[in-house]
């Protein structure tokens, strides 16, 4: 076979190996921290070949472009943070196993799969090897009856989702006969808007809705976030919520685009229900991890903001959130499992009393992701950027309301992030001091997200500029 036409999935076929070579590299080794060095090493190789890895592969089936891209770039990164917070983390909940980081890299190459599909099956397959190593993930901690729920869970309604977008993509294809997605821009532009085309549009909303936790479709995410190790509820917070959104705005606004205006208000509908119920919800939470899975599933209400604009504007702006969104939501998960240690959890609101007194740095790290998730503009952090060129779009696209609603729920959101800085700083400690579990790779990945989120305030031109050359 030419080179040539394989050039495009180099980067799949490098990952692909280096899981199989990890999961082997398991058996042979003791220290199972070197398998996750070999898995980031591994993604440094992989990240060096994408751009030799520009265009398409058996027919348009795959597309390496700059969108899809971007996305893998936000995927290395989550798997890079995710290896970094687990080290420690699984050596303390007693699981420490080597398959742990192959099925992370499996994870990640399913995330790829579905960025850079053309094609509604390559995009089904690349989705499914994202779930299935994502099940196991959240139910590792094995002796833990929260983690094995938090599977239960995922998987029984992650099949149920999956089915959806399976029955969606038959009707699609029983009426343009192709699963092509440019093709099926195509023939939809042609034929026009039909009561079967119509219902497949809601079947793969709704799918995708759950694999991006938009509201009524969420009611997995709090339980699974909670009951998952955490440093796969970070993994899952991201990773997974990006790739759902990457294969979102590629079959609707290249396959489905010509009808935006039959399915756009389906779609707000669907973000302001979402921005309402997370926000709301968030706020009667006391488990830090139950808090952050609210959280998530309002960002996913204000990235959807994106796909609703539409256009380079729009998807940019999306892009350039979830990029932004990655460092803040890991960072805040790294103090979670900081404050992980034998007998102690650390996941209750309460736990955070006095933390300033105890551990001022560990404070002020979480008090800047906290911030960076409300969208204050003081300090400068990253997450004011996102929201206010996603919120720029909106209007930009005469959407006026809806972004006036963003920022009322955003306002709205302020209480529960900015109860953790009140627990921190205007409390005291109750009992024994909270001692921290602090290794070198926990201390890197909250450098790297404390930085990165405190850089990109200041300093987003190249981050946007890199978002809009990929959505154009």
Do not use: C
Not at 12 to 32: D, G, N, P, T, Y
Not at 165 to 182: E, F, M, N, P, V
Not at 339 to 368: I, W, Y
């Amino acid at each position: 076979m030419d080179i040539s036409t394989i050039g495009p999935l180099l980067p799949e076929i490098i990952m692909a190996a280096s899981a199989l070579l990890v999961l082997l590299f398991e058996l042979v080794i003791r220290k199972k921290e070197t398998a996750g060095l070999l898995s980031i090493i591994s993604v440094a190789i992989v990240a060096y070949y994408i751009p030799q890895s520009f265009g398409k592969a058996f027919g348009g089936m795959f597309i390496s472009d700059g969108y899809s891209v971007f996305f893998k770039f936000i995927f290395f990164i989550n798997l890079i943070l995710t290896v970094l917070l687990s080290m420690r983390y699984l050596v303390i909940e007693k699981s420490n196993h080597g398959e742990y980081y192959a099925l992370i890299m499996f994870s990640t190459l399913g995330m790829m799969i579905m960025a850079s599909a053309g094609d509604l099956i390559v995009l089904y397959l690349g989705l499914e090897l994202m779930a299935l190593s994502t099940y196991v993930l959240a139910g590792f901690i094995r002796h833990d009856i929260r983690s094995n729920e938090a599977a239960i869970k995922y998987f029984l309604l992650g099949a149920f989702s999956s089915a959806l977008l399976l029955y969606g993509i038959t009707i699609i294809y029983g009426l343009t006969g192709t699963t092509d997605i440019s093709l099926i821009g195509a023939a939809v532009a042609e034929k026009g808007l039909s009561t079967p085309l119509f219902l497949s549009i809601i079947f793969l909303m709704v799918a995708f809705g759950f694999k991006i936790a938009l509201a009524p479709f969420h009611m997995w995410a709090p339980d699974v976030y909670e009951g998952a190790p955490t440093s796969i509820t970070a993994f899952m917070s991201v990773g997974p919520k990006a790739a759902g959104f990457a294969a979102f705005g590629r079959v609707f606004l290249t396959g489905f685009g010509s009808l935006s205006a039959d399915w756009t208000g389906i779609l707000i509908v669907l973000s302001i229900l979402t921005m309402a119920v997370g926000n709301i919800i968030a706020i009667q939470q006391s488990n830090i991890k139950r808090m952050l899975a609210y959280s998530s599933v309002a960002h996913a209400g204000y990235a959807v903001l994106g796909i609703i604009v539409g256009g380079a504007e729009g998807i940019s702006a999306m892009m350039n959130y979830l990029f932004i969104y990655g460092f803040m939501n890991i960072g805040a998960f790294a103090v979670v499992i900081m404050l992980r240690s034998e007998g102690f959890q650390g996941e209750a609101l309460e736990d955070f009393k006095g933390l300033a007194r105890t551990h001022p740095l560990a404070a002020a790290m979480m008090l800047v992701f906290m911030f960076s998730l409300t969208g204050i503009p003081i300090p400068p952090t990253a997450g004011f950027i996102g929201k206010f060129y996603l919120f720029k779009a909106v209007i930009g696209a005469g959407y006026i309301w809806l972004a006036v609603v963003a920022v009322i729920f955003s306002a709205i959101s302020a209480y529960f992030y900015l109860r953790v800085v009140m627990y921190m700083y205007m409390l005291e400690p109750e009992g024994e001091a909270v001692t921290l579990s602090l290794s070198p790779s926990l201390g890197l990945a909250l450098l790297i997200t404390t930085i990165a989120v405190i850089f990109i305030g200041l300093y987003p031109s190249p981050l946007l500029s890199f978002a809009r050359l990929a959505a154009g």
